[in-house]
C-alpha cells in the first residue's frame, strides 16, 4: 500500500532508527540461540516481593496511583538513600516514581533540555540517551571513555563544555563498559558541574552492582556542591530483577524533581500500581540481599569473563554492571556487527555490538557486549558452543 506524506516518520523519530536489542533478541529468538545480548535475568527476584505485588493486585490496588507516586513508595527510596548513602530527601517533594529508568531519564532531558542546549555524555552509551537527547531537541557533546580501561579522560570533560552545555549525564556504573567511575573521576565531574552551573542527571542503576572493594559506587549526589544539582535515578528492575514491572525513581532536590514531574506527566502520568507496594517492600529487604546480589553477580562475572577468555577474545573485565566487553579481532573479525550477525549461526550465541553506543565509530566497531545476569548453566552452555565454533 502506498505511504501518504504524513504517515512518514518525523526526523526526530526517524533519525534514531530501530534499537540494536530489538534486532538481536529477534535474531535469539528465530536462531534458538543462548541471548547474552538483552540484558535482562533469566530468573525472576526475591518471592517476597512479587508475594507482595500479587497480595496488591488481591486488595483492589490496580487503578491509578497518586502522580509522584505511592506514599509508601516514595518514603521506601528516601529510606534507601539514607540508608546507604547518607544521603537525606524529602519524600513529599524530593522523590518521583517513574516508570522505569528510562522514563526517568527522557523526562529529565524532556523537563531540562531547551532545543540546542548541550548535553554532555560519557561515549559509550546506552541507546536510549541518544534519543532522549534528540527529543528535548539538544546537542550531544560526548566524552570518550576509551578501552579497555574506560577512565575518564578530565581533559577531554573540560574541553566537552561551553557557555551552552545546561547538562551533564552520568552513568556510573556504567553501561555497556561495567566501569565503575572513582572517587576522583567523579570529584573532577563534581568540580566541573559546580564551576559551569550544570545540572547533573545521575543514571545510577547499576548502583547495588560494583563488584570491587577498591572502587565502591559513590553518588555523585553526595559530593560538596552536588546535591542542589543533582537528579540521582534507580531502578527495581535492576536491583530486584523485575525488569517487566517498569518501576523506577528519581531523587533531587525539589526544584529539579519539579522538572521532571511536568515532563513526566504527560509521559505515563502513572504506572504499575500494584508492583509499587511490592518495591516498597524490596527496598526494606536486609542488608544480605543487597550484598548477595552483588557476590552473586561478580560470581557470573568471572564464570563468563573466564570463559570468554578461554576462547581467545580479549576481555575487558568490568567493575560493575551485568556486561563485560570483549574485543572480538582476536578471532580475525573487523567489526563486532559482523561478528554478531555471524554468531548465531556459527556458535548458536547472540551478543550484542558496541557500534550503535558510540559518536566514535572506530574506536567502538570492534567491541561487543556479553551480558552475564543469567543462569550459570546458562553461561556455561553459552561458553562451551562458542569454544566448540572458535577453538
Not at 526526523?11 to 547474552?36: C, Q
Request: aromatic share 8%; net charge negative.
Amino acid at each position: 500500500m502506498p505511504r501518504t506524506a504524513a504517515s512518514h516518520p518525523s526526523s526526530r523519530a526517524a533519525g534514531v532508527g530501530t534499537t540494536v536489542f530489538a534486532e538481536m533478541s529477534a535474531l535469539a529468538a528465530a536462531t534458538g540461540a543462548v541471548n547474552l545480548g538483552q540484558g535482562f535475568p533469566d530468573t525472576d527476584g526475591p518471592p517476597e516481593i512479587a508475594e507482595a505485588a500479587v497480595a496488591a493486585i488481591r486488595a483492589g490496588r490496580n487503578q491509578y496511583a497518586p502522580g509522584p507516586g505511592l506514599p509508601e513508595l516514595r518514603a521506601a527510596v528516601a529510606g534507601h538513600q539514607q540508608r546507604f548513602y547518607g544521603m537525606t530527601y524529602d519524600p513529599d517533594g524530593e522523590v518521583l516514581v517513574t516508570t522505569g529508568a528510562t522514563e526517568a531519564i527522557a523526562a529529565a532531558l524532556l523537563g531540562l533540555v531547551d532545543p540546542g542546549d548541550e548535553v554532555v555524555v560519557l561515549e559509550p552509551y546506552y541507546d536510549s540517551y541518544v534519543a532522549c537527547i534528540g527529543f528535548a531537541g539538544g546537542v550531544r557533546r560526548p566524552v570518550t571513555l576509551h578501552p579497555p580501561g574506560y577512565a575518564l579522560d578530565v581533559d577531554a570533560l573540560r574541553r566537552a563544555v561551553t557557555p551552552r552545555t545546561k547538562v551533564l549525564l552520568l552513568n556510573s556504573p556504567h553501561n555497556p563498559t561495567g566501569a565503575v567511575l572513582s572517587l576522583d573521576e567523579l570529584t573532577a565531574v563534581a568540580e566541573v558541574a559546580v564551576e559551569h552551573d550544570l545540572v547533573v542527571v545521575a543514571d545510577e542503576v547499576y548502583e547495588h552492582m560494583a563488584f570491587d572493594a577498591d572502587r565502591p559506587h559513590v553518588p555523585v549526589a553526595s559530593l560538596p556542591g552536588m546535591r542542589v544539582r543533582t537528579l540521582s535515578i534507580g531502578s527495581a528492575g535492576k536491583t530486584f530483577s523485575f525488569t517487566g514491572w517498569k518501576v523506577g525513581w528519581v531523587t533531587g532536590p525539589a526544584d529539579l524533581i519539579e522538572c521532571v514531574r511536568l515532563a513526566k506527566q504527560f509521559l505515563t502520568y502513572v504506572s504499575g500500581a500494584p508492583f509499587q507496594p511490592a518495591i516498597a517492600l524490596g527496598l526494606g529487604l536486609p542488608d544480605s540481599y543487597f550484598f548477595g546480589l552483588r557476590d552473586g553477580l561478580a560470581a557470573k562475572r568471572d564464570l563468563l569473563c573466564d570463559g570468554l577468555d578461554s576462547v581467545g577474545l580479549d576481555v575487558h573485565r568490568p567493575r560493575g554492571t551485568y556486561f563485560v566487553t570483549t574485543d572480538v579481532r582476536p578471532l580475525g573479525y573487523d567489526d563486532g556487527w559482523t561478528f554478531c550477525r555471524d554468531l548465531p549461526g556459527r556458535a548458536g550465541v547472540v551478543a550484542i555490538p558496541h557500534a550503535p553506543f558510540w559518536d566514535d565509530v572506530a574506536v567502538g566497531a570492534p567491541l561487543v557486549r556479553w551480558a552475564f545476569c543469567k543462569k550459570d548453566e546458562v553461561l556455561t552452555e553459552a561458553v562451551e558452543r562458542l569454544r566448540a565454533a572458535f577453538t
